[in-house]
């Protein structure tokens, strides 16, 4: 179901139109958008965040600062986090810091929680995945940080209600995930999912489906630990056959020559083939807050094909 417009409202320098308006209009291509992530530090920031929610917000911005550096330099990517609504108010006066570490790495997929009663410990929480109480319940990150870009709390934070009602304990509104021309945009962790233009309508169904181990094509963006180009050569791939399984399609080999790249997937004992052209879009702006036009990343299929993988014994 496609996003209802937002309405347009004054600027600076006349009509301002939402970036998630524009982008829909357009009709920019959501596969192969994902930004890169393959595992995740979220840490409980309550109340609110400025454009920067880990130097902006409750937590001393020092710490902050140190917070991001050390989960970056892990290659890491740190996420503040918050409940919806009234789950939100339930923490007033509490004084322990949740943290979780996710890893999204296909066949290391683990979601561990842990707690801390003093914000400065999270710098001696252990980043190597030792640390926190294993969980086998995903994660569900809504990106609602409007400080950042209003499109994301327009349409994210509706979006956060409709999952926090379905699922209570495994909804969060996040910081800044990328991809604001996309909102309302969510990822589904510990597999990465990212998904984009997502409605109050389907937020449910999607995760749903991702409970049973399914992607939904229509809104999903991309794999977060997998590249963009892989990303957009699944995308193609599930397109092509109908297998929406989340490991359907393996990637074996990722070759760029010029501006044209071959994907080689695994998918039920073939081998799939796919080439892309990699190509730019008309100059955009991609975000409420942009003022300068500039072009982003796009691919287009060129061909596929299928074959039996060698050393399968088949004819």
């Avoid at 909102?183 to 409970?211: F, K, N, W």
């Avoid at 399914?214 to 050569?233: D, M, P, T």
């Avoid at 393996?250 to 070759?255: A, G, K, M, Y």
Wanted: proline share 6%.
């Amino acid at each position: 179901m496609s996003a209802a417009a937002l309405p347009a409202t004054s600027g600076p320098t006349g009509p301002w139109e939402p970036c998630s308006d524009r982008s829909l209009e357009r009709g920019d291509p959501l596969a192969g958008t994902g930004g890169f992530g393959a595992r995740w530090l979220l840490i409980e920031i309550d109340g609110a965040w400025g454009t920067h929610a880990f130097f902006q917000s409750r937590l001393d911005p020092v710490l902050g600062r140190a917070l991001v550096r050390r989960a970056e330099a892990a290659g890491i990517r740190p996420v503040a986090i918050r409940r919806y609504g009234r789950r939100a108010d339930e923490r007033r006066g509490q004084k322990h810091w949740r943290w979780a570490l996710a890893d999204a790495r296909p066949g290391l997929e683990s979601v561990r929680w842990g707690a801390v009663d003093d914000p400065a410990d999270l710098l001696d929480v252990p980043l190597d995945g030792t640390a926190g109480t294993v969980s086998d319940r995903p994660v569900l990150l809504v990106c609602t940080h409007a400080r950042h870009d209003q499109c994301c709390a327009v349409r994210g934070r509706p979006v956060a209600k409709t999952l926090a009602g379905a699922f209570p304990d495994e909804t969060w509104e996040s910081s800044h995930l990328g991809g604001d021309r996309f909102a309302a945009t969510m990822l589904l962790l510990p597999h990465g999912l990212y998904y984009g233009r997502v409605s109050t309508t389907d937020a449910a169904s999607i995760v749903e489906r991702y409970l049973r181990g399914q992607i939904v094509e229509e809104y999903f963006r991309g794999r977060s630990s997998l590249s963009n180009v892989i990303q957009a050569a699944q995308s193609f791939a599930r397109a092509s056959s109908s297998d929406d399984r989340i490991d359907a399609f393996v990637p074996l080999l990722e070759e760029r020559t010029g501006d044209a790249w071959r994907v080689d997937l695994a998918h039920n004992g073939d081998t799939v083939t796919v080439l892309l052209r990699e190509t730019t879009s008309a100059p955009l702006l991609s975000t409420c807050s942009a003022t300068r036009p500039a072009p982003v990343r796009q691919f287009a299929l060129e061909s596929m094909s299928r074959g039996a993988r060698p050393g399968d014994g088949r004819r």
